[in-house]
C-alpha cells in the first residue's frame, strides 16, 4: 500500500568535485580540461539527476557520449520530442526536481514546444536543453536554427544560451535554481555544439537546494483571527503532494474541521477517502460544491493559482474583490492579487505554509462541522457512476477500478471528454497518483505513464486516452515495449474529438465539421508494437481483459468502444443537439 513503496524514487548520491576522474590525482596539481559535454553531465549529475529522457540528436553528440560513461543518470529513449518532454514534465510532477529533456535544434526543439506550454501553466520544475548550431554559424539561418530565447523567452521562467563551456557550471546551477525556486517551471538552456566540444577545467559547484518563502508571525496571527470569525469556511488546495506535506495538511484540517476541496486536476494533493474531502473544483464540478464556494464566507486557497479552469471561467469570485474573505498562499509574489485582491496574501511555500499552519490549534470545536459532514455525503453522491447511453458504462469502469487499485496506482490522462468520468469516479488517494496537465494539452497520458513507470516499476501505472488523444503521442508505446514498462493504456474511443464536437452542437447543432475521426483498430495497433492488445465493446467484458493486461508482464492497450452519444457523465450530443435547436 502506500506506505510500503517509496514515494520518491531514491536518488544515487551525488558525484562531487573531488570524485570526478578528471581531476589529477595529485591537488596541487591543475584539473585536467573536460569537454563541454563532460562538464555538462557532470553538473546534471551533482545537481542529483538520476533519470532524463530525449530524442537524440547530432547537434549534442558531446553530451551523448558524456552520458555513456555515466553510472548515475539513466537515458529514456523517446520517439517524438513532444512525449519526451511530456515525460520530463510528469518526472517534475512526481518528485518536485527539475525532469530533464534533452533535444535537438530546430524542429527538434519545436517539437518538445507543448510540454514547455504544460510545465508553464502546470508549474513544473523542468530544464529542457535543445542543441543548438556552432557559434561560429549563428546570425545565418544555419541549418535548423533558431533563436531560443526569443521563441522560449516568454513561455519560460529563463531561457538562455551557453557560448562558453567555463560557463556550463555557473548556467546550469543557475537553471536549477530557476525552475524549482518561488513559482516552479521551465527553462531553456541552448547548447552550440562547438560550445559542447570545447574544453574547460571543471568548476566545484555544490547540490541545489530550492528556495522556499515562509510565513511570517503577522500572517499567521491574521490568518488564525479570520479562522475563528468564520462561519462557512472552505480550503482549496493546489499543491505539495509529498508525505510531509500531506500529513501537515491531515492535521491543520482535522484540527480545524475544515472542508477540503481540490482544485482542477490535482486531487492527489488530498486523500480523497478522507473524512474532509468534498471534491474538487475544475470542469463538470459538483453543482453543489460550486454553490458552496460562492456562498463561503472564508476561502483559504494554498497553492494554487486562481485560473480559469479553477474558477470556472472566473465566475466563482467576484473580480477584482470578492464577496469572500479570501486567504492566498502561494509561493511567487507575482500571483498574489493577480486577478483577485486577497483579504490576506501570504507569499510563501505550500510545504513551509502548511508546517507553519499544522501548529495552529483551535480554542474549540469548529462551528461548521454539520456543514463539512453534509459537503462530504455530497460528494459521494457525486462520485456515484451515472448511467450513459450504449452497452458501455464508464462510470461504472472507474468505480471499480478505484475498488481494484491500490492507493498508490499512478493514474494519468491527456485532454477530452473523456477525463469528466476518469476526475469524477476514481478516488486518488496516495501522494503522486494523478498525473494530468492543468493546460489541457491532448498526448499526454501515454507518454506521462512511460516516465511513471520508469521512475516507480513497482506501483501499478494506468494511462488514460480518447481517440484523438492517443493518436497525438501514443508512438509512446512504443518507448514502454522498449524499457519493458507494463503499463495500461485505456483509450476511450468514440469517433470523433469530443470535446470540440460538444461544443459545435450547442453553438452550431446539426453542423458537424471538423471533429469526426476514422481510427485505426488500437488492440491490433498495440499488438503490432509488440504490446497486449484489447478490446472492450461491454462493461462485462472490461473486468476480464484488465486482469489479462496487469497480469501480461508487458505493456498494454485496451481499446473501450463508447456510444457517440455519450459525450459526458450527464448529458449526450442529442440533448445538446435537441436543447440547443429549441432556444
Avoid at 26 to 51: A, F
Avoid at 175 to 202: I, K, N, Q, W
Avoid at 466 to 483: H, I, P, R, S
Avoid at 497 to 509: C, D, S
Wanted: charged content about 20%; proline content about 8%; glycine content about 8%.
Amino acid at each position: 500500500m502506500e506506505g510500503a513503496l517509496p514515494l520518491i524514487p531514491r536518488i544515487p548520491q551525488p558525484i562531487m568535485r573531488s570524485q570526478i576522474n578528471a581531476l589529477a590525482k595529485d591537488p596541487m596539481e591543475k584539473p585536467k580540461l573536460r569537454s563541454g559535454g563532460q562538464l555538462l553531465v557532470d553538473c546534471l549529475e551533482t545537481h542529483g539527476v538520476d533519470h532524463l529522457f530525449c530524442v537524440p540528436g547530432e547537434s549534442f553528440l558531446a553530451v551523448l557520449d558524456a552520458l555513456h560513461d555515466s553510472a548515475q543518470i539513466k537515458v529514456t529513449v523517446c520517439r517524438q520530442e513532444g512525449g519526451a518532454a511530456m515525460m520530463a514534465d510528469a518526472y517534475g510532477k512526481l518528485t518536485g526536481r527539475p525532469g530533464i529533456c534533452f533535444v535537438t535544434r530546430g524542429p527538434g526543439a519545436t517539437n518538445a514546444s507543448p510540454g514547455l506550454h504544460i510545465a508553464a501553466q502546470d508549474s513544473t520544475p523542468m530544464i529542457l536543453f535543445v542543441g543548438q548550431v556552432a557559434r561560429g554559424d549563428l546570425e545565418r539561418e544555419a541549418f535548423q536554427e533558431i533563436d531560443y530565447r526569443k521563441v522560449f523567452g516568454p513561455m519560460v521562467k529563463w531561457a538562455a544560451q551557453i557560448d562558453q563551456a567555463e560557463r556550463i557550471p555557473e548556467m546550469v546551477t543557475r537553471a536549477f535554481y530557476t525552475a524549482s525556486s518561488g513559482r516552479p517551471g521551465p527553462v531553456v538552456l541552448a547548447l552550440p555544439e562547438d560550445m559542447l566540444r570545447e574544453m574547460a577545467e571543471p568548476k566545484a559547484i555544490e547540490p541545489f537546494t530550492a528556495v522556499e518563502a515562509h510565513p511570517g508571525p503577522e500572517d499567521l496571527a491574521r490568518l488564525e483571527e479570520l479562522l475563528k470569525a468564520a462561519e462557512r469556511p472552505l480550503l482549496l488546495i493546489g499543491s505539495g503532494n509529498r508525505p510531509q506535506i500531506r500529513a501537515n495538511l491531515e492535521s491543520f484540517v482535522e484540527a480545524w474541521d475544515l472542508p477540503v476541496a481540490a482544485v482542477f486536476r490535482r486531487q492527489d494533493c488530498f486523500d480523497n477517502s478522507h473524512p474532509n474531502y468534498v471534491g474538487d473544483v475544475g470542469i463538470g464540478v459538483n453543482p453543489k460544491l460550486f454553490q458552496r464556494v460562492k456562498d463561503s464566507d472564508l476561502l483559504l486557497v494554498i497553492g494554487a493559482r486562481l485560473g480559469e479552469m479553477t474558477t470556472s471561467g472566473y465566475s466563482l469570485l467576484d473580480i477584482p474583490r470578492p464577496r469572500q474573505k479570501l486567504v492566498h498562499i502561494y509561493p511567487a509574489a507575482e500571483e498574489l492579487g493577480r486577478v483577485y485582491q486577497p483579504t490576506l496574501a501570504i507569499n510563501a511555500g505550500t510545504a513551509a505554509a502548511l508546517a507553519a499552519l499544522a501548529k495552529l490549534t483551535p480554542a474549540q470545536a469548529a462551528r461548521w462541522s454539520n456543514l463539512t459532514r453534509q459537503a462530504r455525503e455530497d460528494y459521494l453522491a457525486w462520485s456515484t457512476p451515472t448511467r450513459i447511453p450504449g452497452e458501455l458504462q464508464l462510470g461504472e469502469i472507474m468505480a471499480w477500478l478505484r475498488e481494484r487499485l491500490p492507493p498508490e496506482a499512478i493514474i494519468c490522462n491527456g485532454a477530452g471528454n473523456y477525463t469528466a468520468w476518469v476526475h469524477r469516479f476514481y478516488r486518488y488517494r496516495a501522494c503522486g497518483s494523478q498525473l494530468a496537465p492543468t493546460s489541457g494539452s491532448m498526448g499526454y497520458g501515454t507518454p506521462a505513464a512511460v516516465a511513471a513507470k520508469r521512475l516507480y516499476p513497482d506501483r501499478p501505472v494506468i494511462a488514460f486516452a480518447g481517440d484523438g488523444c492517443f493518436m497525438m503521442n501514443g508512438q509512446e508505446l512504443a518507448t514502454a515495449v522498449q524499457y519493458d514498462l507494463p503499463i495500461v493504456v485505456i483509450v476511450v474511443n468514440n469517433g470523433m474529438y469530443g470535446t470540440i464536437r460538444m461544443h459545435q452542437e450547442r453553438e452550431y447543432p446539426t453542423r458537424v465539421s471538423a471533429t469526426e475521426l476514422r481510427n485505426p483498430d488500437f488492440a491490433a495497433l498495440a499488438r503490432a508494437y509488440g504490446a497486449l492488445g484489447e478490446t472492450v465493446k461491454r462493461t462485462e467484458e472490461f473486468e476480464a481483459a484488465f486482469e489479462r493486461a496487469m497480469k501480461a508482464g508487458k505493456p498494454a492497450l485496451i481499446e473501450l468502444q463508447l456510444d457517440p452519444d455519450a459525450i459526458t457523465p450527464a448529458r449526450t450530443l442529442s440533448g445538446i443537439r435537441k436543447e440547443a435547436l429549441s432556444r
